[in-house]
């Protein structure tokens, strides 16, 4: 099992552009997450989903949307990246409430 | 969301002598209450996790004690090994899917 993947690993923007993160669990779980993580600030959700068709927002949702594509992918957009958007976003999964199981992360920096 | 101080934000011990880590919340709401592993470049990974209906929980040499009366629960660390260095959140919520996470706390084993 791959467990949970997210691509891109890396990605630069500018401000303005726009860029869909990915992220796929091969566990079956029912739920699935994503975070943000700055220096200092621990983790804070943007959005989670508790089953295949429904969403939900976290603590920081302003400037993303999602989608939960089916049971297995749940992808994060950004319509108009922004500086302060800066950041290491972690996709998550669990067969439960809370996040078990984390992807490696997606670094993204917007000029 | 909810307020969780974790303490210390750094840690460094010598290998052999013990760690512990405490966190502290104020919703008396708050029922689940797990501690994540994030080593340098990795998403965090859940290493144990305790419900309000159980006061201690022991896997090998990581325990968690929870004390619901004085709104705190702690990670121990015993017998630490190098390879135990890296950063520890605690994260606490209720029946749902959004968790809080503490600012976490640097860990650092030295030989």
């Known amino acids: 099992n791959a467990g949970v993947t997210q691509t891109p690993k890396f990605q630069v923007l500018k401000t303005g552009q726009s860029m869909t993160l990915q992220c796929a669990q091969d566990?079956?779980?029912?739920?699935m997450y994503w975070y943000r993580q700055d220096p200092g600030m621990g983790l804070r959700l943007i959005y989670y989903?508790?089953?295949?068709?429904?969403?939900d927002k976290g603590e920081v949702p302003n400037g993303y949307n999602v989608s939960r594509l089916n049971k297995r992918e749940f992808s994060l957009r950004l319509e108009s990246a922004a500086p302060s958007q800066t950041s290491v976003y972690f996709c998550?999964?669990?067969?439960?409430?809370?996040?078990?199981?984390f992807g490696p992360g997606t670094r993204l920096t917007v000029l | 969301g909810e307020n969780v101080e974790q303490h210390p934000s750094t840690l460094s011990v010598q290998e052999g002598d013990s760690a512990v880590i405490k966190c502290t919340y104020s919703?008396?709401?708050?029922?689940?209450f797990p501690w994540y592993k994030q080593e340098l470049g990795k998403g965090p990974q859940l290493i144990i996790d305790?419900?309000?209906?159980?006061g201690e929980k022991k896997d090998q040499r990581i325990a968690v004690t929870l004390n619901k009366t004085a709104k705190h629960f702690s990670l121990h660390i015993t017998e630490t090994q190098p390879e135990d260095s890296a950063v520890y959140f605690c994260?606490?919520?209720?029946?749902?899917?959004?968790?809080?996470f503490g600012k976490g706390t640097s860990l650092l084993v030295t030989p």
């Open positions: 998550a999964s669990s067969g439960g409430s809370g996040p078990g199981f």
């Open positions: 994260a606490l919520g209720d029946s749902g899917y959004a968790l809080n």
């Open positions: 305790i419900r309000s209906n159980v």
């Open positions: 566990m079956n779980h029912n739920s």
């Open positions: 919703d008396s709401a708050s029922n689940y």
């Open positions: 989903s508790a089953s295949e068709g429904t969403t």
